[in-house]
């Protein structure tokens, strides 16, 4: 079935009225950055973000209305911070002040993407660079190897933060040994947890591990805004999204909305002959993200008791499958069961063993992260989708 088109998605958003103006959304104006793949509809509402309280429910409005056309299996809208010098009447003037809303943008980019695309992303100020972690598929290690990245960064002398954005699983209070919910001192910005000297935020410091969560495509980002916008974040060099696992709908929704400085991409070497690891990086490619590199995780199994590395799927077939895909191979971390009882156990290997040949390999993937993310500012993010 042909996907639907940009027409029929503006035509349904003719229903949907601007507070302010009384006027259509459409005839405002406001819809931007339309993109439609295979039935699911993403696309921006651009309003003043001081009254971004005020437009939450145009944006559930907006949502339904472009779910309601036949053929649309996911329609997700968010409200961006409108393009300087676009002076639409519904959203001049005067009006209460609204707080920053689920799925809404604080205008305030990060650094990384200075320019246009600043402006248009959420992101909290004092944060400088946005990384994401990534895998095609779960269980690959995406969290574990999120965490000592994180934490071979903070090795380096760079202040970092861990927002764990896989609210269907989260593991960073685990990983990072934290427990406990946040504080909010003035009941609207939450202070973000800490230890090991990084501050985290997550969906496990708020909801409870036993408590099933079902996640549409807009609460992620809804979610993900808020712990990127309400949380006293401070000044980072760095903060780490753990991504979560794949590439549907919600890895596009958040690639396409954080102001990322780039990408890393999580595989073992199963994956990266299955193509999953693939599809991360065209994920990422298709929203202009920078993908920083791959690292193969469980790259060889090493016997605990005498050392032996086997290679159980063959050796450098990441190595040559990143080359072959352009983008950096940022190196190998080995199956062992050291790295998984620390980061399970709340004490990830470059933290417990930071003289260990694990932490060097990890430190030796922060160094190139570093390097690549501080080296350099990035382009503004543009959308396009095939
Ligand atoms: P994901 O975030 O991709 O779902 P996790 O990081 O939660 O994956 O890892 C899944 C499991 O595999 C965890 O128990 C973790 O400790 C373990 N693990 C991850 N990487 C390694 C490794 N290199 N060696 C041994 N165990 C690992």
Redesign the pocket.
């Known amino acids: 079935m042909a996907d639907v088109t940009e027409a029929q998605i503006l035509d349904a958003l003719q229903s949907v009225q601007d507070p302010f103006a009384k006027r259509s959304v459409v005839s405002c104006d406001m819809i931007s950055g339309i993109a439609v793949k295979n039935g699911m509809v993403q696309f921006s509402i651009e309003i003043d973000p001081a009254k971004a309280g005020d437009y939450e429910t145009v944006r559930r409005k907006a949502e339904d209305a472009v779910a309601a056309i036949p053929g649309v299996l996911s329609s997700t809208a968010v409200l961006t911070a409108e393009s300087k010098g676009k002076a639409k009447g519904g959203t001049q003037g005067a009006g209460p002040k609204g707080g920053a809303a689920a799925g809404s943008q604080n205008p305030q980019g990060a650094g990384a993407g200075s320019g246009t695309s600043g402006a248009k992303k959420g992101g909290a100020a004092g944060i400088k660079h946005i990384v994401a972690v990534a ?1 095609g598929k ?8 999120a965490v000592n990245l994180a934490l071979g960064l903070k090795a380096l002398g760079l202040k970092i933060g861990m927002l764990d954005a ?1 609210v269907y ?1 989260p ?1 960073q209070p685990r990983m990072l040994g934290v427990s406990g919910r946040p504080e909010s001192p003035d009941g609207k910005i939450l202070k973000p947890m800490e230890n090991y000297g990084i501050k985290a935020m997550s969906m496990g410091f708020l909801v409870s591990e036993d408590q099933p969560v079902v996640w549409r495509g807009p609460m992620v980002m809804g979610a993900l805004q808020q712990m990127l916008a309400d949380v006293d974040w401070g000044d980072l060099d760095i903060l780490i999204v753990d991504m979560p ?1 794949g590439t549907g709908d919600a890895q596009l929704t958040i690639s396409q909305n954080t102001p990322l400085s780039g990408a890393v991409i ?1 595989s073992t070497p199963q994956d990266i002959a299955l193509l999953d690891a693939r599809k991360g990086l065209n994920m990422f490619r298709k929203v202009d993200v920078p993908v920083l590199g791959i690292i193969e ?2 790259s060889m199994y090493v016997c605990p008791n005498c050392g032996h590395e086997a290679h159980v799927f063959g050796h450098g077939g990441a190595k040559r499958e990143a080359e072959k895909l352009g983008t950096p191979f940022l190196g190998e ?5 050291l ?2 009882e620390t ?2 156990g709340g004490r990830p290997v470059v933290v417990s063993e930071p003289d260990g040949p694990h932490a060097k390999a990890y430190l030796a993937i922060a160094e190139q992260v570093r390097d690549s993310v501080l080296g350099g500012a990035r382009q503004a993010p543009k959308i396009s989708m095939e």
């Open positions: 895998s779960g269980g690959v290690g995406k969290s574990t190897t896989d699983g593991s696992p999580v995780n469980m971390i080995p199956l062992d069961i790295i998984r980061s399970d």
